[in-house]
């Protein structure tokens, strides 16, 4: 069975400095691999996924994603936060069968000014 | 283009009765899942459905159902509501349901049980 761990509850980071949230994933073949935000009150918000390919992805509002397969890791960065880049933070991986998308805990990001 | 909507946004209701949410998929979308989120579990896969079809299934009880009509547009029904079901009910919509597809979000809907 597939499963997404976010090792981190919250996040802390200064206006201006780079960000880093964890995730790490477990699937049994090839995985599709994604990042959501949700802002307080609101539904989930697509930023990137990872298919195949480069390693980096870029996706929505300057972030981007490293997939690593042998660590098994798809940590979402940013070269420098914004304020208004706080949120809660998922993971969220498939395989590539008929199975249902499966999201991590979810991280707090807090970006301090 | 419009987004993935639900309604009610919230809803109150009482132990023992039973609650319909309804949501329609962004245009052009055919598949739909439901997702349940609460701060102790987190996002917790309901059902998806494709064309009417439900094609997966969550570990929920009976009590949670749901459809898909012709038009994409999906409902779930909750009976027999418990205090434990109180949640952001949260539904989602992609062309086909292929898993390289990212899924769009509505803003959900909030479920209180008194």
């Known amino acids: 069975a597939q499963s997404v761990a976010q090792p981190e509850d919250q996040v802390n980071v200064a206006e201006g400095n780079p960000l880093t949230v964890k995730c790490t994933y477990s699937?049994?073949?090839?995985?599709?691999l994604f990042w959501y935000v949700q802002y307080p009150n609101r539904g989930l918000q697509f930023l990137l996924k990872?298919?195949?390919?480069?390693?980096l992805v870029k996706g929505s509002y300057g972030f981007e994603a490293e997939f690593n397969k042998s660590q098994t890791s798809f940590h979402l960065k940013k070269p420098s936060a914004l304020v208004s880049d706080s949120a809660l933070y998922f993971c969220?991986?498939?395989?590539?069968?008929?199975?249902?998308?499966?999201f991590g805990k979810g991280t707090r990001l807090s970006v301090i000014a | 283009k419009a987004g993935v909507t639900q309604t009610p946004r919230y809803l109150i209701k009482t132990r023992g009765q039973q609650v319909t949410l309804s949501c329609s998929p962004i245009?052009?979308?055919?598949?739909v899942s439901w997702y349940q989120q609460t701060p102790g579990q987190g996002l917790q896969f309901l059902f998806e459905?494709?064309?009417?079809?439900?094609?997966n299934k969550g570990n929920f009880p009976g009590r949670f159902s749901g459809r898909q009509f012709s038009n994409s547009r999906s409902e779930m029904n909750v009976s027999t509501l418990e205090l434990g079901d109180s949640a952001l009910y949260l539904c989602?919509?992609?062309?086909?349901?292929?898993?390289?597809?990212?899924?769009?979000f509505g803003d959900g809907t909030r479920l209180s049980i008194l």
């Open positions: 989602a919509s992609s062309l086909s349901g292929q898993a390289n597809q990212p899924q769009h």
């Open positions: 699937v049994s073949g090839n995985p599709y």
């Open positions: 990872y298919i195949t390919g480069d390693n």
């Open positions: 969220a991986v498939r395989d590539g069968g008929n199975t249902p998308l499966v």
């Open positions: 245009s052009g979308h055919r598949s």
């Open positions: 459905y494709f064309s009417e079809t439900q094609r």
